[in-house]
């Protein structure tokens, strides 16, 4: 173990030396995103229904579209797009985490919407998530990758986000009670609304329902961006017996 460690450490300096990591926001070598940049990232003030995209203060779905998903709200940490649509810094490590396959950006990724959690507890504690009523019965869920697709990436992004923040906040953390069944081609390459829904439709199965029954789920993704994805692990966690299904992305958008 200890060599172990000491031979990853050689191997992070060896390779500090040869490919030096400069922060993608001010470009200070050391770190993917440095601590001044992670606490400039800003937060979504304004949560909004995952369906039809209406103000919503706690990010759940609202009245109108209780019957069109089974996701109960999501919560964003921070947006995809800066002003005039400029791409954010979120953006560019979410892109740079997933298809560069960049593992230690799960980290500084993790902390924005673990910031984003905390602040809203403190705003509202009686309406968060993570901190509201029955503590007890809540999990955390990562989105599943299809196993083709993680054996090409070699992780699952979503899995690394949610070892983070089920550790920051020591809730319990459950990887194989839900998969996924269909190797769908990406959301992000789907154009249209119902293309998509169409695309992740029945993409989920709960394969241990004993684990999700009666709990308040919380999924955790990187982006949500017509939430359709996360909709269909609700659907799948609530057939199941999960009492609430909310997602905690970093962003929206996509
Ligand atoms: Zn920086
Ligand atoms: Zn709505």
Redesign the pocket.
Known sequence: MAIKSVLKKISVFILDIIFPIY??????EG?W??S??SEKVELLKKQACPVCGVESRTGARCFNCRAKTELDGVIAAAAYFGKERKESLVKKAIHIFKYRFVKDLAEPLAAVITRQLKNRQIAKPEKSIIFGPYINDKIIIPVPLHLKRFRWRGFNQADLLADNIAKYFDLPLEKSALARRKNNIPQVEVRDRRERMKNIKDAFICVDGAKVKDKIVILVDDVATTSATLGECAKALKNSGAKEVWGVVVARGG
Request: hydrophobic share 25%; charged share 20%.
């Open positions: 922060c993608l926001g001010c470009g200070a770190k995103i440095c001044e940049c």
